[in-house]
């Protein structure tokens, strides 16, 4: 599952001016890489990341996941391989509110076709790898900021895929919360799950293996590429 | 199986806004009840009028004498003279589909009680006429085959004329006189009330036909024949039998006009039946309009639904949810307001026609078409109106729907 991507550009255009968020980025992504992308806010990082996440397309350019080209899929395939490919974590949490945290987890299964018993099977799976077994139940607001990004990160997981892409998951998070959090990013990384994380956090950036420091849309320093966790 | 988890979600979402769902299904509900409410009381209308036509005799044909010519001055239309109760007779054995057969005659005498007089008019009729034209006898008898054969001096009197001649006594079995001759009355009609011509009906005196044509009036002619048609299909068939049976009877030279003309009451039960249908359609569509109303209360209910969800339909589309996947889900809710709502709808509006009938005195008919149509209407306005804020959340972005606040 590797991610390559060649003179992707996203140009927007507001009023009669244009604007790149991204401006001509080359990138090679192996699988189970654990990847942060840092950067002051305006230097094209979630831009970048929706793009890899496959939520957007880009402008120009080449985007080529597990090598079949993006471009030439269709809105539908895009959903199957946000569905089957790709879990996001995001620093909102994105959980729906009206609904438990079991049944959030089991959301992407819904999508993915999955019958009703083994989508609470496995949604339990992920809930007890996260370590919140006992709070199945519980809707998204009787929950901790900690035990929310857990519940997303269940969610992101719950349907096995290969890349996880995680938006500044800490960014609304205490200290302990952001330690816990990170931990299982480590972990995950160990497992070989590739792991694309958008942060401003140094220490945050610092427990993944290569660091992207993005500045005006361009990848200006790539700092411990190639790093993969040897799967044991 | 991503269809039940569709209808789940609507569920939830409409639980999670209950006054609001409420609001929504309350357009429809009143919408659908209303047509039901309306079209019931027009059908009502219509039975009542239906009703009271068929009072009047229903699949009724009528033969009147034409106009008699002398020397080439017409005179009026039944003046001829040449319509007998032998006429009558060949019809009844003649022709088929026929029920009965009333030859009538009719003029104005002054009736006469002791020292009351009255102005009324009497009718020569056969025993059939009671049936053709749905009397009922309130005391006493009707006349019968033998006082026609036997030209009885016995007459039937209308309530009119029983309270002007009698006041509050029992008339069955005194005299009156008709034109200076004594009659005895043998019954007393029940009362009819207006005619819906604003004639009162109950003011008649009906005397045997052989007996009004030879005793009273000296004529050998009726002045019309009654005839009561066993289907109201067969009316155009037996129509035209009896013009060419009476042609026939009168040597009417073929290219010559009748001498007699056959009416049929059909045209104004049309008229009338007409009339109702429109009121019907009328108030049905009235009431059609709070049902389209109501859908309009649906698709804004729904805008609102889905501006205020784009973030949910952000985060599923983020987790794979397909164009369809959103459509689904958005269209399925408000066609569950719309079957939901037109359900309720129909029982309310099933217990208001009721309740129209019970406490307002309107006759009312429910019948299962206006029920069936509101229903489906509701459910077809649901999905309607659902479609274009389902597409709207379907087609919305899935980035920007994220970064919705």
Redesign the interface.
């Known amino acids: 599952m590797t991610i390559l991507l060649s003179a992707i550009k996203k140009i927007y255009q507001i009023g009669d001016q244009t604007l790149a968020a991204l401006d001509g980025i080359d990138l090679h992504i192996k699988q189970g890489e654990f990847t942060a992308l840092i950067g002051p806010s305006g230097s094209g990082k979630s831009t970048l990341m ?1 793009i890899v ?1 496959c ?2 397309r880009p402008t120009s350019g080449s985007y080529k996941l597990d090598g079949q080209e993006v471009a030439n899929l269709s ?2 395939e895009l ?2 391989t ?3 490919k790709i879990g ?1 974590v ?1 620093q909102s949490f ?3 509110s ?2 438990s945290a079991w049944e959030n987890v089991a ?2 299964l ?4 999955v ?2 018993k083994e989508r609470l099977e496995k949604a339990a799976y992920y809930l007890d790898a996260v370590g919140l077994s006992s709070r199945r139940s519980h809707q998204p607001n009787e929950l901790s900021g900690g035990q929310r990004q857990r519940v997303a990160i269940a ?1 992101a997981l719950v ?1 096995d895929p290969h890349i996880i892409m995680a938006d500044e998951p800490t960014g609304n998070l205490d200290t302990k919360s952001s330690v816990e959090i990170m931990d299982i990013f480590s972990k995950l990384h160990e497992k070989g799950k590739t792991i694309i994380l958008v942060t401003h956090e140094p220490e945050v950036a610092a427990c993944a293996s290569r660091q992207l420091l993005m500045r005006d849309g361009k990848i200006i320093r790539d700092e411990g590429k190639g790093v993969v966790m040897d799967v044991v | 199986m991503l269809f039940k988890e569709s209808v789940r979600i609507a569920f939830t979402a409409l639980f999670a806004n209950k006054l609001r769902s409420a609001l929504t299904m309350l357009g429809i509900i009143i919408g659908v009840g209303a047509v039901i409410a309306m079209v019931s009381v027009g059908m009502g209308v219509r039975q009542q009028v239906q009703t009271s036509i068929a009072s009047l005799g229903s699949n009724m044909l009528i033969v009147s004498p034409g106009s008699a010519s002398s020397g080439g001055v017409r005179q009026a239309a039944g003046s001829n003279v040449k319509l007998k109760l032998e006429d009558a007779d060949a019809i009844k054995s003649k022709i088929k589909n026929i029920d009965y057969v009333s030859p009538t005659v009719s003029n104005s005498y002054q009736i006469v009680n002791g020292n009351q007089n009255w102005k009324s008019s009497v009718q020569g009729v056969t025993p059939e006429y009671m049936a053709i034209r749905s009397l009922t006898v309130g005391t006493g008898s009707f006349i019968t085959a033998g006082d026609l054969n036997s030209r009885s001096r016995v007459a039937v009197i209308g309530t009119t004329v029983a309270t002007n001649l009698f006041a509050t006594a029992n008339p069955v079995g005194q005299n009156i006189r008709i034109n200076n001759s004594p009659y005895k009355v043998i019954g007393v009609l029940e009362s009819k009330g207006q005619s819906s011509m604003g004639q009162d009906q109950d003011d008649v005196v009906i005397v045997p036909l052989t007996t009004a044509q030879e005793r009273l009036m000296g004529i050998t002619y009726v002045k019309s024949i009654n005839i009561q048609v066993s289907d109201a299909a067969k009316m155009d068939q037996v129509q035209s039998e009896v013009e060419t049976l009476l042609r026939q009877r009168h040597r009417i030279d073929s290219g010559k006009e009748d001498d007699f003309s056959v009416r049929n009451l059909t045209s104004i039960m049309q008229t009338m039946t007409d009339t109702t249908t429109m009121i019907t359609l009328l108030l049905g569509s009235i009431a059609a309009i709070s049902l389209l109303v109501g859908g309009i209360g649906i698709m804004n209910i729904m805008m609102v639904s889905v501006t205020e969800r784009t973030r949910e339909i952000g985060i599923r589309k983020a987790l794979g949810a397909t164009f369809q996947n959103i459509m689904m889900q958005f269209l399925i809710e408000s066609i569950v307001i719309g079957i939901v709502g037109g359900a309720i709808g129909v029982v309310v509006g099933y217990a208001s026609a009721r309740a129209i009938s019970t406490f307002g005195g309107f006759q009312t008919v429910i019948t299962a078409a206006p029920i069936f149509l509101s229903f489906f209407f509701s459910v077809g306005i649901g999905l309607f109106f659902g479609i274009y804020p389902a597409r709207k959340a379907a087609l919305l972005d899935p980035i920007e729907a994220l970064r919705y606040e």
């Open positions: 929706n996440g939520l957007d809105d539908d959903a199957a946000r569905n089957k996001f995001f994105n959980l729906l009206r609904i959301l992407p819904v999508y993915a076709g019958g009703k969610r349907n």
